[in-house]
C-alpha cells in the first residue's frame, strides 16, 4: 500500500509540474506576438499552441467532446463559413478541438481580445474583433472575414446569435454574417453544440459531457438566388429544429 501512495504521489507530482511548464512555455510565447500588427495568414505554430491551452483547459474541466457528422467537413483545403449556436465560454475551445485540421479563426467580441496570453494567439491566428451592437465594426469585421477566405488563409466561424443563450433557446440571428459566405462563395457549415452550459456548475466534482453535432455543410450552388436573410432564416430553422429534436 505505502508503494502504491508513492507511486500515485510521484505520478500527480508529475503531472502538475507538466501542467504549470506547459502554462510558463505559453505565456512566454504569447508575449512575442506584438497587438498592434495585422496579419493576413495565421502561424501553424501558434495556432497548435493555442489549441493545445484550450486542450488543457477543458483537460482541467473535465471536459468530454462527442462529436458526430465530422466527416461532412471540407478535408480538402476549402476554406468555409463556420456557424454554431453559443451557449458557453468553452464553445470555440470545443469547436477548434475538434477541428484542429482546418485553421479556424472567429469572429470575437472586443472584449475578448484583453485577456491575458489568450488575446496574443487570438490575434496570430487572425481572430476578428468586433463591437457588439456597433454596425461599422460588424461591416469591418465581415470585410475582414471575405478577405481571409478570399486569400485561403483560414476559415471563418461565427456565432449568428451575437452573444450566449442563457436558457437553451436559440436567439434571434444577426443576418449580417451570411454575407461572408455570399461574397466568397464558400460552403457553410452549421454545427450544434450542447452541454457545455454544464461545465461551470460541474466543475471540479463531476465531468461534463458535451455533444458537438455537424448537421449539414451548405454549398454554394445550394445558395443560388438566396439573400442574406434568407440564408439565415433557412439555417436558424435547420439549427433550432435539430435542437428541439435532440435536446442533450
Request: include cysteine; charged fraction near 20%.
Amino acid at each position: 500500500m505505502k508503494y502504491v501512495l508513492i507511486v500515485i504521489g510521484t505520478l500527480l507530482v508529475l503531472w502538475l509540474a507538466f501542467y504549470l511548464l506547459s502554462w510558463i512555455f505559453i505565456a512566454i510565447v504569447s508575449i512575442t506576438v506584438p497587438m498592434k500588427k495585422v496579419y493576413d495568414k495565421p502561424s501553424k505554430f501558434y495556432y497548435r499552441l493555442f489549441n493545445y491551452g484550450y486542450w488543457l483547459i477543458c483537460h482541467h474541466a473535465r471536459v468530454k467532446i462527442h462529436t458526430s457528422g465530422t466527416e461532412k467537413i471540407p478535408n480538402d483545403g476549402t476554406r468555409f463559413l463556420f456557424i454554431s449556436n453559443h451557449r458557453s465560454k468553452f464553445d470555440n475551445m470545443i469547436h477548434s478541438l475538434t477541428m484542429k485540421k482546418q485553421f479556424l479563426a472567429f469572429i470575437s467580441k472586443t472584449a475578448n481580445f484583453k485577456i491575458p496570453m489568450g488575446r496574443h494567439f487570438m490575434q496570430r491566428s487572425c481572430y476578428i474583433a468586433t463591437e457588439q451592437n456597433n454596425i461599422k465594426s460588424g461591416l469591418n469585421a465581415v470585410l475582414r472575414a471575405i478577405s481571409l477566405i478570399k486569400s485561403d488563409a483560414t476559415s471563418i466561424a461565427v456565432f449568428p446569435e451575437g452573444t450566449r443563450s442563457k436558457d437553451k433557446a436559440l436567439l434571434e440571428f444577426k443576418p449580417g454574417c451570411f454575407k461572408i459566405a455570399e461574397k466568397t462563395k464558400c460552403p457553410i457549415v452549421v454545427g450544434v453544440i450542447q452541454g457545455t452550459e454544464k461545465i461551470h456548475k460541474n466543475w471540479p466534482w463531476k465531468k461534463t459531457d458535451t455533444y458537438f453535432d455537424i448537421i449539414d455543410v451548405i454549398y454554394p450552388n445550394q445558395l443560388e438566388g438566396k439573400g442574406t436573410v434568407e440564408i439565415s432564416d433557412y439555417i436558424y430553422k435547420e439549427m433550432n429544429d435539430f435542437l428541439v429534436n435532440n435536446p442533450k
